[in-house]
């Protein structure tokens, strides 16, 4: 089998079957599920009553099932917020990890059935859940791709019941839609959107050198404290920056380096 597959042996697989399946997932997540199409992915997250940032996953639906691939260390929890969120509703909900896997690519994928372009942005490739990992590489090369394209993803990035989805680009990276009606938290997103309260954003940056620890502090030339590192791979990482203080091409001081924050190809003018 070719190189091209890339294992995550960090994500797991939930399926929710049943009649009441959508109408589930409608009330409670970021995105519309009247967009998930059968064999087209669907980004979304799950958040607090206040808004904040809980879960987010992928959603694909086949045969009169929706497929969730989510992180392995935090599935457990969201596996018990989805039961919680069930009640009487007509709903079969699995945990399926022993069964799936979750791989990615650059390339379309062929005679995988559970396969889709990730919605996010084209230049993350595609996805897929399989049986069984075929030979191929480690998630390494993914991240790298998704740090580059200044993506942010799960807690590598958001600090749950802390973080907003909006501080993460939700609505540029097609995971938040703002016509679909009430879901949890929806009330507090949406007003952030509109009376323009969003104060921090997460940025792609270059590194001078080896990334520090997760949520070591980026300052200015005046030692003043303007964000705080995320996730990082090879030369590049993630930034949530305070935007009033954000100036691109410019040098901040992280740890013993240096970052320099860029503006993605997806982002604001």
Not at 5 to 11: A, N, T
Not at 118 to 147: C, L, N, W
Not at 204 to 216: N, Q
Request: aromatic fraction near 10%.
């Amino acid at each position: 089998m070719s190189d091209r597959f890339e294992h995550h042996k960090d994500r797991a697989v939930i399926t929710l079957s049943g009649p009441d399946r959508r109408s589930l997932l409608q009330g409670i997540i970021t995105n519309n599920v009247d967009h998930l199409d059968d064999g087209k992915g669907l980004y979304a997250a799950l958040l607090t009553a206040q808004g904040k940032f809980l879960h987010d996953f992928f959603l694909v639906e086949k045969n009169d099932t929706i497929y969730l691939d989510c992180e392995a260390d935090r599935m457990a929890e969201l596996f018990q917020k989805l039961l919680m969120y069930r009640l009487r509703s007509n709903v079969k909900i699995l945990d399926l990890s022993d069964h799936y896997k979750i791989i990615t690519g650059t390339q379309r994928f062929e005679n995988i059935d559970l396969s889709y372009a990730d919605p996010r942005h084209a230049k993350m490739g595609y996805r897929a859940i399989v049986d069984m990992f075929p030979q191929g590489d480690t998630e390494t090369s993914y991240h790298v791709r998704r740090i580059k394209l200044g993506i942010a993803e799960g807690s590598r990035d958001f600090i749950p019941a802390k973080s907003t989805v909006l501080e993460g680009h939700f609505e540029q990276l097609n995971g938040l839609d703002y016509e679909k009606g009430c879901y949890v938290g929806q009330e507090v997103t949406a007003r952030m959107k509109y009376r323009g309260k969003i104060k921090k954003l997460m940025m792609p940056v270059t590194l001078s050198g080896t990334a520090p620890a997760f949520g070591t502090s980026v300052t200015d030339e005046k030692g003043n404290k303007i964000g705080d590192l995320r996730s990082n791979c090879d030369k590049n990482a993630i930034v949530l920056f305070s935007i009033k203080d954000l100036k691109f091409g410019t040098q901040y001081a992280c740890g013993d380096i240096y970052v320099t924050p860029y503006k993605p190809d997806w982002t604001y003018e």
